[in-house]
């Protein structure tokens, strides 16, 4: 019998002072070893899976690793020109000395000449190669990928010929993803690129997905569900993606102790070490999927701690409430947020594949078309149409959520939930293909500590009538016009007021957090050919104590 085959990874996932999660895909059942710790494989609709949480490791120690499949090394990948893959353990006095690479909106290559001339270079395989030029100690400590590392609903041309192959495309959802199969493939695709294969194996990596990873627009309006539901092949769509989200993304977000207890986990695992856990994880992925009495099943929001630097991650997509009371999140996992932002720590990064602060005009154009949906009629069905035609959906479309996010953020930078005030607050964004940094204003006589700092996309492109809207849209004209037409319809103020420092910027890029003690900077880096990095120094606009 011939040996087992590494299909996709190894993937760090989750690591801390003493432990790392590595995620591997194998194509059969296998015993998978890393550094003397062991996983078996389980299977899910015909794949194998494994997840092998590594203990016993030093704080702070940078250790070259193998991955071996029953006994067989399978990693690294024979005459690879990349340095050693590396598990790098936080250090016991880490502090605030965090490097982050982050960024969303990434097409998988390969695409045909038309498409790489529109498109551009893939700005994290730029960074990839530079980075492995560089000493490890340089390396970054962790990449957040902030949505839409998959593309179910714009397929590339390899996965469109391999559609084709198993059904009749001319019938609905075409080339799009059909069920759980087709979502692994695009997988298969993204993560089987080499630059990025090598980064993930050695750069602690955070997940959370965006509205392309399932459909476009994903979950915008309860009358948006109630049409997708009538489309016969949407069940099959939406059941496949959140299943193999939660196979490729979500479970390494977890940390040990939170995949110990994790239920659905053990049932998989119970099942799929002998047999197919497929039933269990379609049976989960459907429950997921529901809304029951303003609350979801399961929550995909999830938070990490890096010495004194916080990341919480929240769902603004499955986990959106869309009944009269639209939610960006349910009131319950709200609550859990407000937690997960108590305690100790210097810097603390919200994570949110939507921009929480959008140009002033599209925030303000969002709240009024929130309001005008509500309306009865050809009216509130007209402002509906034009939702969703025009994507306005993003916390400024959720004014309810929107509002107890900047309370939060404001209570959180005047040091009201934590032991002391942090030295900053960031929340990190991808979705609407431009990057930028916006500065918070609350109160005029406090220092600013918040900052949107939005990054996207890492390889995609944006219409040039959108690229327009969104330069005027940060203009004093279109930010004055709609902000008045905006009270006129009764739209409340806003709670705050927010500058823009840096962007708007279209090209392909990834953004890179430098926190070392209260210094805080941000790089937005393309590739050689786009043009030169960009640094917004946030520091010297941190109160000092």
């Known amino acids: 019998m011939t040996e087992p085959r590494l299909l996709l990874g190894p993937v760090l996932r989750h690591v801390d002072e003493t432990s790392a999660t590595v995620w591997v895909e194998t194509d059969r059942p296998c015993v998978v070893a890393i550094l003397g710790c062991e996983s078996r494989t389980f299977q899910v609709g015909g794949h194998h899976y494994g997840l092998v949480v590594i203990t016993g490791l030093t704080p702070g120690e940078s250790r070259p690793y193998t991955v071996s499949l029953d006994g067989h090394a399978v990693w690294p990948l024979p005459d690879s020109p990349f340095p050693a893959s590396r598990i790098r353990t936080y250090a016991a006095d880490q502090g605030s000395r965090l490097r982050m690479v982050f960024g969303s909106c990434r097409f998988a290559a390969p695409l045909t000449p038309r498409q790489r001339r529109r498109v551009g270079a893939d700005a994290l395989n730029a960074y990839t190669e530079r980075m492995a030029e560089r000493p490890a100690d340089e390396w970054p400590d962790a990449l957040f990928l902030l949505g839409d590392q998959v593309y179910a609903d714009e397929t590339s041309p390899n996965i469109r010929r391999w559609i084709k192959q198993r059904r009749d495309t001319r019938k609905p959802p075409g080339i799009g993803v059909a069920d759980f199969e087709e979502a692994t493939q695009l997988y298969a695709e993204t993560w089987s690129d080499p630059e990025i294969r090598w980064l993930m194996s050695t750069v602690s990596t955070s997940m959370i997905f965006d509205d392309h990873d399932v459909i476009d627009d994903w979950n915008t309006s309860a009358s948006w569900r109630r049409a997708m539901a009538r489309r016969p092949w949407w069940r099959e769509r939406i059941r496949g993606c ?20 994790h239920e659905v986990l053990a049932e998989v695992r119970r099942v799929g070490e002998t047999g197919d856990a497929y039933d269990v994880l379609r049976d989960f ?237 941000v790089t937005f880096e393309s590739d050689a050919e786009a043009g030169e990095p960009v640094t917004v120094p946030l520091a010297g606009r941190v109160a000092r104590p």
């Open 285 to 521: 992925a459907d429950k997921a999927d529901a809304e029951v009495d303003g609350v979801k099943y399961t929550r995909w929001s999830y938070r990490r701690d890096i010495g004194s630097v916080r990341l919480v991650v929240i769902d603004t997509r499955c986990g959106r409430i869309l009944g009269t009371n639209r939610l960006m999140v349910s009131d319950a996992e709200f609550d859990w947020i407000e937690d997960a932002t108590r305690g100790d720590y210097e810097h603390l990064l919200i994570g949110s594949s939507l921009p929480w602060l959008l140009p002033h005009a599209v925030h303000e154009a969002e709240s009024l078309n929130e309001r005008a949906c509500r309306h009865d009629g050809i009216r509130g069905w007209l402002a509906e149409q034009v939702r969703q035609a025009i994507d306005l959906e993003h916390w400024s479309a959720f004014r309810t959520s929107f509002d107890r996010l900047a309370r939060l953020l404001h209570a959180i930078g005047k040091g009201e939930r934590t032991t002391r005030p942090p030295a900053t607050v960031s929340v990190l964004s991808g979705d609407v293909h431009h990057s930028y940094i916006a500065e918070a204003h609350f109160d005029e006589h406090e220092w600013p500590k918040v900052w949107q700092v939005t990054c996207s996309p890492v390889h995609n492109t944006i219409p040039w009538v959108a690229e327009l809207v969104f330069r005027v849209a940060w203009s004093r004209a279109a930010t004055r016009l709609v902000s008045w037409w905006a009270r006129r319809r009764g739209v409340g103020p806003r709670p705050l007021w927010w500058d823009k420092l840096s962007g708007p910027d279209f090209r392909n890029q990834v953004a890179v957090l430098d926190i070392v003690g209260r210094d805080y900077t």
């Open 242 to 261: 959140l299943m193999t989200y939660w196979l490729y993304q979500h479970l390494g977000n977890l940390t040990p102790s939170e995949l110990a207890e």
